[in-house]
């Protein structure tokens, strides 16, 4: 790497030397990162690790999402005030799935939120699914049978 990046110095003489040097930096890291992560026959546990971020980034983009869309439709102070606890934690999984040949979501309610906020999330949700504009570019919601995710592993007893 030292031939390589000196060579690059002479050749970008007018470039900032600590510039060139965090470039290859990243690049290299951009490299090592894309080899520990692409798939190798010989190691399933990689390919493994790699489906489980990319699904766990996938949930929480979701979850960050209905939270923004439902804060938008809160309406009283009562509301405001509930909506206050509620984090991307405390939203529902949402798991893509066809159900009679359409595309919908599977909806699973954590069994840790508040009956409050539970209720509360039902009725903003009931306020977006109104709007045209939201439920055109969304799939339809099926709640799940029973409940859904355990709460966070400090709470369980």
Known sequence: MTYQLEELKSTFADADPECIQACCKTYFETLRRKYNLSEKPEKPEKSQLRDAIKTGAKNRQRKRRLLDSRSKVVQTDAERELWQTATVELMSDEEDAI??????????????????????????????????????????????DGNGHDGPSFIQL
């Open 99 to 144: 159900v009679d040949g359409r595309p919908v979501w599977i909806v699973r309610s954590p069994s840790h939120r508040n009956p409050q906020l539970s209720e509360l999330c039902e009725e903003l949700q009931r306020r977006l699914e109104a709007d045209m504009r939201y439920t055109i570019l969304h799939h339809q919601r099926v709640k799940a």
